[in-house]
């Protein structure tokens, strides 16, 4: 469940609904706001004037707000946001749990599911169709 109001410059968002469980697509032209609320559900966006509920749990709303690291669900930026001097594993492992007994997910599963094991050794270059980072 999310009821939300956001207003940044010359952009206002409001949106209020609920999903079922399974998947939920959101869709719409460019800059309608489906970026702020996955934002939003990520915990990177604060909600001042709304509230933002899973399974019936309060993520955020006027007193309440669930640091973004607690709450379980992945986030992919659209845009490439990896580090060029590190390999392809290495990415992979930057943000993970530094024991593995805390992992959610093996490794081996990411790499199975993304199709990534003959990549993993590679140093990122403009083959990804990276630019370095500044």
């Known amino acids: 469940?999310?009821?939300?109001?956001?207003?940044?410059?010359?952009?206002?968002?409001?949106?209020?609904?609920?999903?079922?469980p399974g998947v939920t697509a959101l869709f719409g032209p460019s800059g309608c706001g489906k970026s702020s609320v996955l934002r939003c559900l990520a915990g990177l966006q604060h909600l001042p004037n709304g509230s933002f509920s899973i399974d019936g749990e309060t993520w955020q709303d006027a007193t309440?707000?669930?640091?973004?690291?607690?709450?379980?669900?992945?986030?992919?930026?659209?845009e490439?946001?990896?580090?060029?001097?590190?390999?392809?594993?290495?990415?992979?492992?930057?943000?993970?749990?530094?024991?593995?007994?805390?992992?959610v997910i093996a490794l081996d599963e990411?790499?199975?599911?993304?199709g990534l094991e003959r990549m993993l050794d590679?140093?990122?270059?403009?083959?990804?169709?990276l630019t370095r980072l500044r």
């Open 110 to 114: 990411v790499i199975d599911l993304l």
């Open 122 to 129: 590679r140093a990122l270059s403009r083959k990804f169709g």
């Open 64 to 78: 309440h707000y669930r640091k973004t690291h607690q709450r379980p669900i992945g986030y992919v930026f659209q």
């Open 1 to 20: 469940e999310i009821a939300a109001r956001l207003v940044r410059d010359d952009f206002r968002l409001d949106v209020d609904f609920v999903s079922g």
């Open 80 to 103: 490439a946001s990896l580090f060029q001097h590190l390999t392809v594993k290495q990415n992979l492992l930057y943000g993970a749990p530094k024991h593995a007994d805390e992992l």
